[in-house]
């Protein structure tokens, strides 16, 4: 998703959950359209309320790929005022906010990425998370050792194969190195910043 989306759903989160039933048609819209995934689905309708099923699409969506934002906004089908709104933003500029365009100092980029970053990354890392965890130096054999020991659990597989990679390693295992592999398996930087800040 282009840096300037993203930021925009950040500004706008709160007000999109409480404006947004995502349910009734922007789910299955965005389903259809192959944003996201049987998972993804049942994810946020597992959610209890309607406000949390909407922050939780919010977190999904800027790692689902460059047509997320525009699929998105097509699904606002029934919420045109909604989609109104984003738009007139998009042609007037950001308002008062961090910039999409944060980058990471040095310091964060040569650390090694503790397990609290890991764990909310896995949860960020859509259907790429195998390209780039073989882009770290995992094996096939380790990538079906993760799957068949969190068989029921995507994030623990992702979590899994990520505390590998860092174990195997040490001190190599830096912020900078994951970064590369995200970039190199197509994910924007600000996948990373997010957890990260």
């Not at 259809?32 to 922050?55: F, K, M, N």
């Not at 984003?86 to 906010?97: H, I, K, R, S």
């Not at 190199?184 to 910043?193: K, M, N, R, W, Y």
Request: aromatic share 6%; glycine share 8%.
């Amino acid at each position: 998703m282009d840096p300037v989306h993203r930021a925009l759903l950040r500004t706008h989160r709160l007000y999109l959950s409480g404006q947004l039933l995502v349910t009734d048609s922007i789910v299955p819209f965005l389903y259809q359209e192959d944003i996201l995934s049987h998972r993804h689905v049942e994810d946020i309708e597992a959610q209890t309320t309607s406000t949390l099923r909407c922050l939780r699409l919010l977190d999904l969506l800027p790692a689902r790929g460059p047509r997320a934002f525009h699929c998105f906004l097509r699904s606002l089908e029934d919420f045109g005022w909604v989609r109104d709104e984003l738009l007139l933003e998009l042609q007037t500029g950001p308002g008062p906010g961090p910039g999409p365009n944060v980058r990471l100092p040095d310091s964060v980029l040569q650390k090694v990425p503790p397990d609290r970053v890991l764990s909310r990354l896995a949860s960020r890392l859509g259907a790429e998370w195998e390209s780039v965890l073989m882009d770290l130096g995992l094996s096939a054999e380790d990538l079906f050792r993760c799957r068949s020991d969190h068989r029921l659990s995507t994030h623990g597989a992702v979590l899994a194969g990520l505390v590998r990679w860092r174990q195997s390693g040490g001190k190599t295992a830096t912020v900078q190195r994951l970064l590369r592999s995200l970039q190199d398996a197509g994910l924007h930087p600000s996948v990373l910043e997010d957890v990260l800040l």
